[in-house]
Nanobody, 128 residues
Framework: QVQLVESGGGLVQAGGSLRLSCAAS????????MGWFRQAPGKAREFVAT????????YYADSVKGRFTISRDNAKNTVYLQMNSLKPEDTAVYFC?????????????????????WGQGTQVTVSS
């Protein structure tokens, strides 16, 4: 069992930055690919970024490529999402997810509902 707790969301002006964190419980964190997904009101949950078990490979949605950076610290059981140059269309609830023993690309391409564990989400609001 893995529990995920996100933090770091908030209100920011367009062009600003935020850093999200996701702390995981359990002793097998390094056996999970990790990812960030988001859901805006009235829309389906969508892939944002994923990172491999060891942290060496990342995968991004085209909409955030070049602006967002995903990273992880396996010693701290934590995954991060650095978000720069934020736009109003980035406004959403951001969720952290874990998927057992897969690649970053596979996790990003598969149906988000197939991930093994989810956090409760953190709200990000970008004002224009």
């Amino acid at each position: 069992q893995v529990q995920l707790v996100e933090s770091g969301g908030g209100l920011v002006q367009a062009g600003g930055s935020l850093r999200l964190s996701c702390a995981a419980s359990g002793r097998t964190f390094s056996s999970y690919a990790m990812g960030w997904f988001r859901q805006a009101p009235g829309k389906a949950r969508e892939f944002v970024a994923t990172i491999s078990m060891g942290g060496g490979t990342t995968y991004y949605a085209d909409s955030v490529k070049g602006r967002f950076t995903i990273s992880r610290d396996n010693a701290k059981n934590t995954v991060y999402l650095q978000m720069n140059s934020l736009k109003p269309e980035d406004t959403a609830v951001y969720f952290c997810a874990a998927r057992w023993s897969t690649t970053a690309r596979t996790m990003g391409l598969m149906n988000p509902n197939e991930n093994d564990y989810w956090g409760q989400g953190t709200q990000v609001t970008v004002s224009s």
